[in-house]
Each structure stands twice: as structure tokens, then as C-alpha cells.
């Protein structure tokens, strides 16, 4: 009969794994596939490592959930609530396990940002009374509304809508899930995530050729607000598509680079798809006829360009270094034959309702200072003192740039947090690009990865996606952990190391 495990013994399993995993000595004979995984489903079952083998197996649910469910924002409640329901296990586990010891050390300020973040909506549904919300700026409509409906002066929350903030509040678990997730997994875990995303992001662009091939009718729309007659794959706006695609690119460059040259052996296959899909995602990305994709495209080519070559990946593997130029510069080319025509009239077809209706969200969003005016409430927000000249058939549901409109709903409050999230990105970033050790190029891609959709923000909305969300959180949880070389053996040298 087992014995249950408690706390300290799923601490010492995790650290033992992770131990074996870091020590165990490369064989001068290459295992077969089938040796290899015949031996990881051991591991994994063994009672130390079974803790962390059922969080491996939550954030992979997670992953695929997030990816095929989670293309939209927040208007489709049921694909939504698939997303949140697989997020439930990893979330609780990850909290567990953290709460326990099992994850690695330095994540304090990360954690604490977290928690501030969730904590945000939630304080903005607390219910007020009377004499303090009436005070409080912009409420004045509300107050009109109560006193023609005879319904006096209940005690309200603080957000204008809370059935927004509250399935803003929801919204928030699948990204916390990942990202405490991601921060218990081994190096090779995370490769294993990041190579399902490259899988998951092919399914995507394959869907997408066949939503073009059987015209804006097809019923491989998967949602009904979309941009039929443009390859959306798994997503219901172009832009997403785009980004998803883009984002990913520095993240195939890094399996792309470890091609020995030697296509017979079956370690190359990784590799290989991962070159093929750094050539066929800057073709995706263009055939989307999204600008700020194809601005990013540029960016995302430089990224992983700097990823590979800082991080030594292409040193001595003059094949792997061919294959991706050739590839980048025949993707490019094709972009430029076949593509050119419809992203430059895209950006002179006429005026941009996003640029014309910033101004406004800025101009509301000084009204509802200093806390806004709550998460969720921009298009309730915004409709209300819509000009009648930008009435149109375009449903401006967001402010196609994320810091406006989280500066409309949390005023000061959302602008500190960002600006300690930026701070800690940043640190870390530093020490990803400046450090050398086990998963530093693939951290150093992740650091790519959250800047391109950090930019992608400016313009459009994309981290309101689940699967954006979940994804960019998963790169925020690789950057956390990374450990240079010499923290390594430092720690090896003193306590035993914990799951980083």
C-alpha cells in the first residue's frame, strides 16, 4: 500500500528529479526514439517525479485547451469556459506546489505581481456604500439612471460594469495557471511546450489555407464575428493570426539551429519542421494582410537572428546557419512576389478607426482617474459617448491598443503594475541575454517572443486572446526561471536546487 506524500517528500521528489535530470551523463550511443520514450514514461512515473509529471500533463492540457478554444476575446462564453475548466487543474496544483516549497527560488516579485494583478478586478467588485461611490468620477449617468428607474442609492462595486470586470477576473486564471506552471517544469518540459506550440501554430496556418480555398462561407470559421475571406486558422481575427504566427518564429529558430546536418538520423526531424515553419509562418503571416504583422515579421526575423548567433546555437553547424537564411530570404521573397500588392493597399485604403477613436478613449479615460473605470467596461464605456460620426456597421468592441485601454479601466493602479512588470522584464532579460547555461536560447526567444507581442499591443489587443494570454504567459514563466551557468554551481555547491 502507497503512502501518501506530503508536502516535504513531493519538495524532495521534485529536487531529486530535477537533480538526476541535470547530472545524467550523455550515452556515446544515441537511444532510439522508442528507447527514449520508453524511458521518459519511467521517469515519469516514478514516485518522486510523479508531482511533477502531473503538472507537465495539466499545462499541456492547458496549452492545447488555450490554443484551439481560446482565439477570440471575451465574447464567446463557452469556448471561454472550456479554456478556464482546464486551466482549473494546473492552477491547483501550481498553487499547491508552490505554497509547498516545490518551486525554485527568486520568484517573489513576480508572484507578488501576480497577485496584484488578480487582485485588481477583484477589489473593483467589492460592493460600496452609498455615500463613498457617489463621489466617486464619472458616476453621474449612473446616478441619473437610478433616480428615473426609483431604485435610490443601493451600495454598488466600483466598476461600472461588473459582469465585465468579474469574467475579466475569470480571464485572468488560464495565464496564472501557465505561468506557475511553467516555473515548476524542467528545461526539457518547457522544449517539449514550446515544440507543441510550433505544432499547434502548423495546424493553424493549415486551417487557415483551407478557410481560403473554400471562400469566406466556410464553415471552418470556428466564430461568428470574424474576418471571413482571410485565413484566420484557430483565431477569429487576422491580426491574432498574425501575431500567433510571428511570435513564434525566434522560438523555431532555436530547434531550427540544432540541425547537425545529418537528415538520416531522427534527431533531425525536429529540427527540419522547425525550419520548414520558420519559412511557411512568414508566408502565413503575410497572406493575413495584416500590417502590423508584416512590421513585426521584420522584427521577429531580427530577434531570432540575435537569439541564435548571441546564444552560440550556430557555431560549427554551417547547414543549420544555410537553412535558415535560405529559408528566411525565399519566405521574404515570396512575401514580396506574391503578397505586396494587397498589405500595401491595406495601408492606404482609407482612414484607420482605431487612430480615430484614440483620442477619445484618452479623453474619457482622464474622467475616471485615478482607478478607471473598471476591467471589461470599455465598450459599455465608450458606446456611451460614442460621436454619431463614427457610428458605423465597425464594432469597435476594444481600443486596438491595450495600454489605452487599460489606462480607461485602472487608471494609475494598471499603470504602476505594468510599469513593474516592465522593470522585472527587463532585469531579467538582462540576465537571459548576458547568462550562458542549460535552456538559454530557447529563455532568450521568450524574451523575443513577449517583446513582439508587447509591441503587437500598441495597435491591437492580442493578450486579450486566451491563447495569446496563456502563451505569453508560459514566456514569462521560461524568463523567470532561467539560471546562468555560475548560479548553477552555486547552488549545487550549497542546498540542493530546487525545479528552475
Known sequence: MTRYAGPACIVQGLSVERGRSVRRS???????PVRQIADGLRR???????AQTAVFASALLLEVFATLFGGASQTNALSLMAVELAALPLLFLSIYLTLAGAGPRGLAIPIVLLAAVIAVPVLQLIPLPADLWTKLPGRGPVLQVLDVAGLGRPALPYSLTPQGTW???????PPAAMFLGATLLSDGQ??????????????????????LL???DSPLYFYPVTNAGSPVGLFSNRNHQAAFLLCLLPVAAVFAAEFRGIAEDWRAFTPLLALLYFFVGIVGVAVTHSRAGVFLSGAALVGALAVVVSGGALRGRLRAAAGLAVGGAVAVGAVLLFGLAPIVDRFYGGGELRFEGWPIVLKIAQSFLPLGSGLGSFDTVYRSVEPLTQVST????HAHNDYLELWLETGFAGAALFALFLLWFAVRAFVVWTGR?????????????????????????????QALAVLFAFACGGIAVFK?????????????DQLA
Not at 515519469?44 to 510523479?50: G, H, R, T, V, Y
Open 484 to 496: 546562468p551557468e555560475t548560479s548553477r554551481r552555486s547552488v549545487r555547491a550549497g542546498a540542493p
Open 437 to 465: 547555461g542549460e535552456g538559454r536560447n530557447l529563455a532568450a526567444a521568450l524574451t523575443v517572443l513577449v517583446v513582439l507581442l508587447l509591441i503587437h499591443s500598441l495597435v491591437d489587443y492580442p493578450l486579450r486572446t
Open 214 to 216: 473554400s471562400g469566406p
Open 26 to 32: 550523455r550515452r556515446n550511443e544515441a537511444p532510439t
Open 394 to 397: 465597425v464594432y469597435f468592441n
Open 44 to 50: 515519469a512515473w516514478a514516485p518522486e517525479a510523479q
Open 190 to 211: 518547457r522544449r517539449v511546450m514550446a515544440g507543441l506550440w510550433l505544432l499547434l501554430a502548423t495546424v493553424s496556418l493549415s486551417i487557415g489555407a483551407l478557410q
Open 167 to 173: 469574467r475579466s477576473a475569470l480571464g485572468l486564471a
